[in-house]
C-alpha cells in the first residue's frame, strides 16, 4: 500500500458527461501529480500541484481539469467525455517539487466511456 | 524534441539475468527512473540515477551515462514475479516546469 488513495476504482459512464477522480495523498505529501495511462500511448503527464498551486503541466486536453484543496486532496475534472478518454488514471504524490523524489501511486481510477 | 525509448517487449528465464535498455534525448534532464508496473496495478519505484554510474540495490541494478543519454536496468536471479512492465522515466527541469517524462515501458516476461 503506496499511501496514497484514490476514488473511485472503476468508472463508467457516456460520452459528453462529465466526471471527477478524486485523490489523496499520503500524509505529509505536498505534491500531487495526475497521470492518464492507456495501451497506445503509455503514462502520460498531466499536471502538477504542490501545497495548492498549480506547478507544471503536461499534455492536459482544456476539457480536464484539476484542483488541490487545502486539505491537501486532489480532484481530476473530465468533462465532455469522448471514447478516447477511456483510460487509467493516476494520482502520485511526493514530499517536495524541487528536486525530484521517488514519488508513489495510487492503484489508479479505471474510466471507461461508452 | 524529447524522446524516450525502450524495447517493447522482452522475454528472459527463471534464474536468468535480463538487461532493458533506455535511451533518451530531452533537455534539461535532471535524473532518470526506473518503475516496475504489473498489469492493472500502480507503477512501484524501482531506482533513481543523476549521476553517471551503477545503482545497485538487491537484484537491480540501475546505471546510467548522462553523456550518451543511455540507462539500462539489470535484473539478476530472475523470479516469476518479476514479469511485469518496466517503465524508464526522464525528469524534466525546465524552469519552472518540472515534470516526469515516460518511456511506453518493457513488458518483460520471465519463463520457468
Partial sequence: ?114 | GQNIDQPTEMTATEGAIVQINCTYQTSGFNGLFWYQQHAGEAPTFLSYNVLDGLEEKGRFSSFLSRSKGYSYLLLKELQMKDSASYLCAVHQNAGNNRKLIWGLGTSLAVNP
Fill in chain 1, 1 to 114: 500500500d503506496s499511501g496514497v488513495t484514490q476514488t473511485p476504482k472503476h468508472l463508467i459512464t457516456a460520452t459528453g458527461q462529465r466526471v471527477t477522480l478524486r485523490c489523496s495523498p499520503r500524509s505529509g505529501d505536498l505534491s500531487v501529480y495526475w497521470y492518464q495511462q492507456s495501451l497506445d500511448q503509455g503514462l502520460q503527464f498531466l499536471i502538477q500541484y504542490y501545497n495548492g498551486e498549480e506547478r507544471a503541466k503536461g499534455n492536459i486536453l482544456e476539457r480536464f481539469s484539476a484542483q488541490q484543496f487545502p486539505d491537501l486532496h486532489s480532484e481530476l475534472n473530465l468533462s465532455s467525455l469522448e471514447l478516447g478518454d477511456s483510460a487509467l488514471y493516476f494520482c502520485a504524490s511526493s514530499p517536495q517539487t524541487g528536486g525530484y523524489t521517488e514519488a508513489f501511486f495510487g492503484q489508479g481510477t479505471r474510466l471507461t466511456v461508452v
